[in-house]
């Protein structure tokens, strides 16, 4: 008797909590009330690799006080929360896209999404099924006086673009850029454009008939840098011209080496030079020399080779660390020209002080193009200088325009910052 009670309330209870749990789901689609939002859309994320959409809609100040939430779908039945955000959050102004392709002063709420984060699916097996874009649905429930609002249901294609839109702006510099350069070049072909005259550069030639008149010998130092570095490939480029000089004057050169690659390399360079000069029998294999790759056992050597050959001229381009004082004291005791050149700003005080003319910073760089004269370096050179003049000048001019229009009208000035944002 005690089994049947037992039994028929156990239904009794499990009928009733089934009517409850109906009775909540059908109040709260009660609750649910349906809303058409005004131009609803999805549409493909311009310019992106075709994993992103922008949802919007127009705004209605009724709604200011409300929330949203956002849901996707892939077939319009299975609904994932993507995004939840407040009125003021949905802004036209926070799509990061530049004003050729999007207007930020539109008066919509929009919102760019990430489809992969919001379906967890791995980018590359996504792009493989999806290869013509990925059809995903969309809706809004709105949250404001105690209720909630469904949208209509709209679809849309998450799909890869050809070509990158937003970066038009850094096409046309290029081509701009390109054309200057090839410019450039063709008036360096008819004539020899002007090159300030860089003081340690002019003294090469006459370092190097000093140490043909006294019979010594040159000592070229290319620094501890690798092949890698601009400093060590400029020195090499130092390195080509001042060889040609030493063969034309039937001079010595010594060469000593830090780094197994840069020696390689500087080899094959002095080697070009002397064949350039008209003098492949004037070459010795001993001109360049490898010592070793320990800092300061290099210093030591190459202060041993200055010490026991007394050159009457010596040359220091490249990247120097601690050594650079050890090496420029050591050539300045036996009474040298030296020539020094590097981009380490922390070194150059001791090369100013222990040597006669000193490099500094991008003269290094422009000495390869000042020394040989090639048209192209020659192009180079006077298009780095045109790019840092234009730089300068629109940095100042956009300033200017910047402060006055940030206070007269916003769109003008984020309007130029997109022109020149580089993305």
Request: with cysteine; proline share 3%; charged share 25%.
């Amino acid at each position: 008797m005690n089994r049947k009670f037992l039994l028929a309330s156990v239904i009794i209870l499990s009928l009733g909590i089934d009517a409850f749990s109906n009775k909540s789901k059908d109040s709260i689609k009660q609750n649910i009330e349906k809303i058409e939002l005004k131009n609803l859309s999805v549409v493909d994320y311009p310019s992106d690799k075709g994993n992103s959409i922008i949802l919007y809609f127009d705004k209605d100040e009724k709604q200011k006080n409300f929330q949203y939430e956002i849901y996707l779908s892939t077939d319009s039945t299975n609904w994932i929360k993507a995004k939840q955000a407040k009125y003021d959050e949905l802004s036209a102004s926070n799509i990061e896209l530049p004003f050729w392709m999007w207007n930020k002063k539109r008066n919509i709420n929009a919102l760019a999404i990430d489809v992969t984060k919001v379906f967890s699916l791995q980018e590359d097996d996504y792009f493989k099924q999806n290869p013509k874009g990925f059809s995903v649905y969309a809706k809004v429930i709105a949250i404001g006086d105690n209720k909630k609002y469904e949208s209509q249901i709209v679809k849309g294609i998450a799909k890869a673009n050809w070509f990158r839109v937003d970066r038009l702006n850094n096409l046309v510099l290029v081509i701009i850029i390109s054309i200057v350069f090839f410019m450039i070049v063709s008036h360096a072909k008819k004539r020899e454009l002007f090159i300030r005259k860089i003081a340690g550069l002019e003294a090469i030639d006459e370092a190097v008939g000093r140490a043909t008149e006294m019979g010594k010998p040159v000592v070229y130092v290319p620094g501890t840098g690798s092949m890698s570095g601009i400093s060590t490939i400029a020195s090499i480029f130092i390195l080509g011209e001042v060889g040609k000089k030493i063969a034309q004057y039937d001079a010595t050169l010594k060469v000593p080496h830090y780094d197994p690659i840069v020696f390689t390399v500087a080899k094959e360079t002095v080697k070009q030079s002397y064949m350039e000069a008209g003098r492949p029998d004037s070459y010795r294999e001993d001109i360049n020399v490898y010592i070793t790759t320990d800092q300061f056992a290099y210093a030591a050597a190459v202060d041993g080779i200055i010490t026991r050959e007394k050159p009457a001229a010596c040359f220091y381009m490249g990247y120097f660390m601690a050594e650079s004082l050890l090496l420029a004291e050591v050539g300045a005791g036996v009474g040298a020209i030296q020539i020094a050149g590097t981009d380490v700003d922390t070194q150059l005080p001791f090369f100013f002080t222990a040597c006669d003319y000193t490099l500094i910073g991008e003269e290094l760089y422009a000495a390869g193009a000042y020394l040989s004269k090639e048209p192209m370096l020659v192009s180079a050179l006077k298009v780095q200088d045109f790019g840092k003049f234009l730089f300068i000048t629109f940095a100042i001019g956009f300033s200017i325009f910047l402060l006055i229009f940030s206070k007269i009208e916003t769109s003008y000035a984020e309007k130029l910052l997109d022109i020149f944002r580089v993305r």
